[in-house]
Structures are given as structure tokens and as C-alpha cells.
């Protein structure tokens, strides 16, 4: 069914250039749906086009953008929106985390992280939303994490910034529910991608909580099974997200107790 709902579908995706960004991308266009791929790296998106044009008939757009840098995700947005017209499924994807104690994080890498993980997002959001209310029709998907449900150790940032965006997503999808606009929140485990190149420079969760980790085309075909459907959350795994629940409602205990689970990075 997703085929049928995605071919000639707009669809932009943010942080493209690898990881899920880049598997949504190819699922995306093997159901027919127009992309228009946005990241820091240029030469990535440029190998990735030439990829997916070569297996299917699709149109493809890359474009540069750094997500942080506001007057860019309006330019870039505004060049978009005169070409094609209009936007169907939005997925902010773009994101980075910095595993570090709070007290050790640097102002600098603070400001960084919100400004990806959540001006960012909120941005190129902004840009699509006006055009989607026009038409009644839309999906902005979030890729936040169970981070923004679970906070540990040496993650106060990046959890901060992931709480921060499901509370946007919450207030948005009320917003627009009566303009026929969907907003999904996708809330993954750690997933096996360069992420952690930035975020674990020591390697140390990598290696303890390799055996848990969710493979990035899974996660991708979750995401394009859902899209253009009213779908509140996407959260992977299921376990994970039993024990988020379980943090809600006792979460003295569940922090006791899972002391250990949440020391290994």
C-alpha cells in the first residue's frame, strides 16, 4: 500500500547523506516518490543521486545545507518550494549527539546540538507547514529518539534537545490536525551509524550495546510504511519502549535499577 500512496510523492529529507537518512531516501524511491536530499556533505547526496537514478525514473534534488544556519533552510527552502511547487512528507532527519557529563559538555558543542537537533528541525518545518495548511494535505516526520523518553548518563544534551523535540511534535500535531497534516515522532534505540563516530569517540557504548543495535534499514522501512498515515509515534525497539513506559510511572525505581543498564557509555 505504501507504493501506491508514495509514487509521485515531494519528499524532503534532511541529514540524507548517510545512515537512515540515506536508506529512507532509497526506499522511498523505489515507491516512486520525488526527493529532494539535503546535507552537509555534497559529494555524498551526489554519489547517493546518481544511485537512485540509476535504478529508477524518479526526479532527484540535492542541495547543500547545514541545518543550524537559519538563513540557509530559508533559501534553500524558498528554491524548493519554487520548483516543485508543493511539499508532501517532510523528514527531519539531521541530528548529532555528543556523549559526554553535563559539566564537561562545552558551551559550544550545547549550542550546536540545539541548533540541529531543534532550531534546526523547527526551521525547515516552519517553511513546509504554510504551503501543507494550503493544500490540507502533508507529513512532517520527526526523527527524535527514545533519548527524549529515557535520559542517561552522559547524554543530558542530547536528551534535552530530543525531549525538546517530541514536546514541538506533540504541540504541532494538535495544530495541525484539522488541516489533514500529519506529524510522526520516530523514537529509535541506538541505530548502527556514523552517529557515534561523533557521539562515543572512545567506542566504549558501541561496544557494550553493540548487540542491541538497529540495523538503519529497518528502521527506514519502518518510517516509509507509515508515511501518509496518521501515525502518532514510530518506536523502535518495542522493548525499549516498554521500559520508557515503565519510566514514566516509576521512575525512582526504574532509575535504581537500571543504574547499571544506563552507565555504559
Not at 500500500?1 to 537518512?21: C, D, P, V, W, Y
Not at 504554510?130 to 516526520?141: L, N, S
Request: net charge positive; proline share 3%; glycine share 8%.
Amino acid at each position: 500500500m505504501s507504493f501506491e500512496r508514495l509514487q509521485g510523492k515531494n519528499i524532503i529529507i534532511t541529514g540524507a547523506s548517510g545512515g537512515i537518512g540515506a536508506e529512507i531516501a532509497r526506499e522511498c524511491a523505489q515507491k516512486g516518490a520525488n526527493l529532494v536530499l539535503l546535507a552537509r556533505s555534497i559529494d555524498k547526496l551526489e554519489d547517493l543521486r546518481t544511485e537512485l537514478l540509476s535504478k529508477t525514473s524518479i526526479t532527484v534534488d540535492v542541495y547543500k545545507l547545514d541545518v543550524s544556519d537559519t538563513n540557509a533552510v530559508k533559501a534553500v527552502f524558498t528554491d524548493i518550494l519554487a520548483k516543485l511547487g508543493h511539499i508532501d512528507i517532510l523528514v527531519n532527519n539531521a541530528g548529532f549527539g555528543v556523549f559526554r557529563e553535563a559539566h564537561e559538555t562545552t558551551i559550544d558543542e550545547i549550542k550546536s546540538m540545539f541548533n540541529v537537533n531543534v532550531i534546526g528541525l523547527m526551521a525547515c518545518t516552519s517553511m513546509v507547514v504554510p504551503g501543507m495548511r494550503e493544500r490540507r494535505t502533508g507529513h512532517i516526520i520527526n526523527i527524535a529518539s527514545q533519548a527524549g523518553k529515557i535520559a542517561t548518563p552522559k547524554s543530558s544534551v542530547y536528551s534535552a534537545t530530543k525531549h525538546a523535540v517530541l514536546g514541538y511534535s506533540n504541540s504541532l500535531r494538535m495544530e495541525l490536525n484539522d488541516w489533514n497534516i500529519h506529524v510522526t515522532s520516530v523514537n529509535p534505540g541506538p541505530i548502527a551509524t556514523n552517529f557515534f563516530n561523533i557521539a562515543d569517540e572512545q567506542g566504549t557504548y558501541v561496544k557494550n550495546i553493540q548487540r542491541f543495535m538497529l540495523q538503519p534499514e529497518y528502521v527506514a522501512s519502518r518510517v516509509v510504511d507509515r508515511m501518509l498515515t496518521r501515525t502518532r509515534e514510530i518506536n523502535l525497539p518495542r522493548w525499549m519502549n516498554a521500559g520508557s513506559v515503565a519510566y514514566n510511572l516509576f521512575p525512582r525505581l526504574f532509575e535504581r535499577l537500571g543504574k547499571g543498564a544506563f552507565n555504559k557509555k
